[in-house]
């Protein structure tokens, strides 16, 4: 892409999520302040007014959101908020008319994707959303390809993020189509990030490994873990992965974990089903994807670990909770 300035839209909404909005923007806007990039970002609400976010954040808006902005992109954040959006027929129909014109492209961050899927720009196409927000996504938008275990999917001129930070890989990713490796990884320096979290990563496994891999010489071994929970693992089997013996692993994991192997990786299986349950998945769909026997197993790691039983932790963490 040339050096012409690219416009971006931030469409804001009382209880957006504040980290949707700007963690995006903070990429666009570091590239155009680090590197020979020219993005200039504009936030608009339905009638121009300030926002208030989920946080409590109040959000100045530039302009009122408008179909006819000279803008080339638009990004569409999540939040708390957009159940109320998505009964605001009017900004439904704003962002349906959004791309008609040639070369506009619209990235949805969390649950924006949803707004997206109601105003039919998802029609037909492959998108993500939260995790938390899976079920509804589903059920209301059949015609949506939903890949909910995708960090951020890219759909030609229609690009959605998973959740939250994800936004911030999405737009790291457009940033490296439309200026280079060398210029994306500059502004990643710059925000102490990652430059490339492939899209296709699962969203549940790349949190457990950024709460597990805390010891550098057991990360290969903690990662191939949470990717493949279901695996009947030995502690001998462990140990082949982690390049030492079954005593150092056990010391080194106690003293960097404070379990055993076998109780960590039990601690592992536990996240990965509550991961599933909290999408609403259905228990025996959670036992097998956590890799646990059956189901009395998977109560007892509950128990040990979380002090609660899975129906307790169902009904308190499961999809009625709002992303």
Not at 79 to 89: F, M, S
Not at 124 to 152: C, E, K, M, N
Not at 296 to 301: C, D, E, K, T
């Amino acid at each position: 892409m040339d050096n012409t300035d690219r416009r971006i839209d931030v469409l804001l909404y009382d209880g957006v999520n504040a980290v949707d909005v700007t963690g995006a923007a903070q990429v666009f806007s570091s590239a155009t302040d680090l590197a020979d990039a020219q993005y200039v970002i504009r936030y608009v609400s339905m009638d121009g007014d300030p926002v208030q976010s989920s946080c409590g954040l109040r959000v100045m808006a530039d302009a009122a959101f408008n179909i006819g902005s000279d803008a080339d992109d638009l990004i569409v954040p999540g939040g708390q908020g957009v159940d109320r959006a998505l009964e605001c027929t009017p900004i439904l129909d704003l962002i349906a008319g959004w791309q008609n014109r040639n070369g506009r492209r619209v990235i949805s961050v969390c649950s924006g994707a949803l707004l997206l899927a109601k105003a039919g720009l998802l029609h037909g196409r492959v998108a993500t959303t939260h995790w938390r927000r899976s079920g509804y996504a589903a059920s209301q938008f059949p015609d949506v390809d939903w890949q909910i275990d995708r960090l951020y999917c890219d759909d030609e001129t229609v690009m959605t993020a998973a959740g939250v930070t994800s936004g911030i890989d999405l737009a790291l990713a457009i940033l490296r189509k439309d200026h280079g490796d060398d210029t994306a990884l500059q502004v990643a320096r710059e925000m102490v990030v990652y430059l490339h979290r492939p899209g296709g990563q699962n969203q549940f496994a790349d949190v457990l490994k950024a709460q597990f891999a805390q010891t550098e010489d057991l990360r290969v071994l903690v990662d191939t873990m949470v990717d493949n929970p279901q695996q009947g693992w030995t502690l001998d089997q462990m140990a082949d992965v982690a390049c030492m013996t079954p005593r150092t692993l056990t010391r080194r994991f106690a003293a960097g974990y404070g379990l055993s192997p076998v109780k960590f990786l039990e601690r592992i299986r536990v996240k990965q089903a509550e991961a599933a349950l909290g999408a609403g998945a259905p228990v025996a769909d959670a036992c097998a994807v956590a890799g646990f026997r059956d189901f009395q197993q998977m109560q007892r790691a509950f128990k040990r670990h979380n002090g609660t039983t899975v129906g307790e932790y169902r009904k308190r963490f499961g999809p009625n909770m709002r992303a």
